[in-house]
């Protein structure tokens, strides 16, 4: 802020250069006019302004924002008067690896105007506030005792739609066809290690935590404000690292997912939540347009309402169930393809230019868009992860992707995947993309001939010709030698060889003989989406909520956290008084 020293007009101009408020001898400020988007009053100080600095070099270690931000700006340390780091990133581009902060500094005003005058400098506005601040206030209403919202599924929009309404006041009853994540994860390794069957209920897709708990456990977004922040801030309440808040890469892993969810359910059971695991619902009650309640595999009736259903992309059964019940629905497209692993060194060499040392497991995100065929992309990749079955059906091969949050492992996996239409289902309603994933799961294990995945080097796959051998890969049931030509669409294989050969120019050695493909890669994401109005209610039954990505919206932890915790918001402003 700029000392008063002269008429208030003159003042005025000056802080519309500026973009700072001003002081007046008597301790009273002025700030920018709100309606230009300048800077939030609790960012003005007396004789100082809050700014955002971006671009400032980093350590992977850390470090102290203040002596980082003097250094760039060339000022004493000592003018500093706070400095946070709210975001940080690895910049990794022409294979020099550097980490680089944003930084919201509180600094003298004399320092502060010579500031701003410098690249990346900025002043620290309202929208900053609600980026990287606080939560957003918590709007209470008084719940009506007669409504006890149900809801379907305990994956991310699952929980964060029966924790905001629990945080509201209403009796939750939360229902998961599999078991707790202590449980499912005992089943799924036995299952891995052939000590058990898979379990149709209980599995890497079904149980505490949805598909999620077995991934590389992604928090990727551009913003963490608002909405977002609620997100950000209860995963670090429930044991999240930190750095989540300001990682702009961050993930959790799979192991660090299931430290979480108990926290998590603590805290729902504390609210007064009635989780009930190995519970699945078969059918909905609905009577003269409305949704009333559920009843459950063992014939059990549950009367309450709204009801949100929080299935996950793969529970084709409630799928089914929403159409039976007259939930409009629409095919929406997907895109499918094979996992590819390589060593997790050829890609940090690719990447860095040299093996990484104390830098992260190196990652990357690609994507192919030809002026003749179809769109391609790596979807899901795993850095120092590995490649596991993601299948609740028997006779069925799906792969998907995981890691650790130290991702240390030997190998890399992204899915290279290839748009699909609806008009490429070959069949007709909303359902027809369950069917069509389905024949290439089906098919993928009469290649194999058992639980083992199809698989291929892709210099083979390009040539041609089916792999002569296979090497090592992560798969914890093996892999089959296989021609993928035989498991996936014609288009789907062109368009994975085209991408590629693409990738191996941003990535050298990506599409070299290291590189082995995994497949089929079909549950991306959900083939159909059940429509919603703006309170995300079904268009056609009322009192029904269809959430997350087994309703067709969003697509991964945090757009379907999201997605559920927005939905029961709206619940609460329609509900309460």
Partial sequence: MVAYRGDEPQLDVLAERCGCGVQRPDGHGWSMPRARGQMHRRSVTRGGMALLVSNVPWSAEGGDPALAVALVLEVDVSRVRAATLVKKSLDARHKRANWRATIRLEIDGEAALLARKLPGVRAWTERDEDRYGGDRPVVRKVWPAARRPIIVGAGPAG?????????????????????????????????????APLDPENNVLFGEGGAGTFSDGKVYTRRRDGDLGYIFRRLVDF?????????????????RVRAILPRFRQRLRELGVDIRFSTRVVDLLVEDGRCRGVKLADGTVLEGGPVMVAAGHSARDVGEMLVRAGVAAEARPIAIGARIEHPQSLIDEATYGKPRGELPAASYRLAHNPEKGRHAHTFCMCPGGMVVPATQHPQTVVVNGMSFAARRAFFANSAVIVEVSPADYGGEGPL???????????????MSGDDRAPAQRFVDLAANRTSAELPRTSYPFGIAPADLREVLPAYVVDGMIAAVRAFDHKLAGFAGPDAVLIAPETRTTSP?????????????????????EGAGYGGGIVSCALDGYVAARAIVLTEGT
């Fill in 432 to 446: 027809a993309g369950y069917d069509f994933q389905a024949r290439i799961e089906r098919a993928a294990y009469a």
């Fill in 239 to 255: 044991g999240a690292d930190p750095e989540i808040l300001n990682d702009s890469y961050a993930h959790l892993g799979t192991d």
């Fill in 159 to 195: 929980l964060f739609a029966a924790l905001y309404l629990a945080e509201q006041g209403a009796k939750v009853t939360l229902l998961e066809r599999g078991c707790a994540v202590e449980e499912r994860v005992i089943a799924v390794n036995r299952n891995w290690q052939r000590k």
């Fill in 528 to 548: 159909v989406r059940f429509l919603r109005d703006e309170r995300r209610e079904s268009t056609t039954v009322r009192d029904l909520f269809p959430i997350g």
